[in-house]
């Protein structure tokens, strides 16, 4: 039997639209204005430190405690409007009958509210890792391997869903299995032994493939 490993913004939750206006929004009214869907692709599956990271690096933009300020009230202004489950996956996740768990590049109190709003928190805890749990984030594999040990699963028996070029190259490099959830453009680019899937629905014909899924 496998283990099954999601991550959580854009698969479980799909809050990854909501973030990019949260960034949008507070960086516009600091004299950065970039667009949502710009930021949406260019930020995607990066921990919040490394989102800074490339708001300096390629925008010349100092994160300050107001900024830090503003982008919070606005993500959570925006997560109580907008904050939906991903298409399918309450069907997906009741079915599946081995261990499972989270493993996701965003804050531990993020997640585990995201999670909890969209009813799918009773489904993994206390099985719910973040990457302050280990020295560097996806794309390393550092996290992978952590939730695997905590699973005691070896790597290679872990199954991992994912919405990013970062969560991806991070479950490759950890041995896993890996399917990439890619709703909307396919990538120019698809690692070797990755299945893509264009639905949740396709996510569990794939899971169910691996023997993770009950009837």
Not at 31 to 39: I, K, T, Y
Not at 58 to 80: D, G, H, K, M, N
Request: glycine residues 4%; proline residues 6%.
């Amino acid at each position: 039997m496998v283990a099954v490993i999601f991550d959580c913004d854009g698969v479980l939750v799909d809050s990854e639209p909501v973030y990019a206006e949260a960034f949008s929004l507070a960086l516009r009214a600091f004299g950065c204005p970039l667009p949502a869907n710009f930021l949406s692709r260019s930020l995607q599956g990066k921990n919040l430190a490394d989102c800074y990271r490339w708001l300096f690096e390629y925008w010349q933009f100092v994160v300050t405690p107001e900024f830090e300020q503003a982008l919070f009230a606005q993500t959570q202004r925006l997560i109580s409007l907008k904050l939906h489950p991903i298409v399918g996956v309450h069907a997906v996740v009741e079915r599946i009958t081995c261990p499972k768990a989270v493993a996701s590049n965003g804050m531990f109190s993020s997640v585990k509210d995201n999670l909890t709003r969209c009813d799918l928190w009773r489904y993994f805890e206390p099985h719910v890792y973040t990457a302050d749990l280990v020295k560097k984030p996806k794309p390393a594999p550092d996290l992978y391997c952590y939730v695997a040990q905590k699973l005691d699963y070896d790597c290679a028996d872990c199954c991992v869903i994912e919405d990013s070029l970062v969560g991806v190259t991070a479950a490759l490099a950890a041995g896993m299995l890996v399917c990439w959830l890619v709703p909307h453009e396919l990538p120019a680019t698809i690692p070797a032994n990755v299945v893509v899937a264009t639905s949740m629905v396709e996510v569990g014909h794939w899971l169910d493939s691996q023997g993770c899924m009950r009837a």
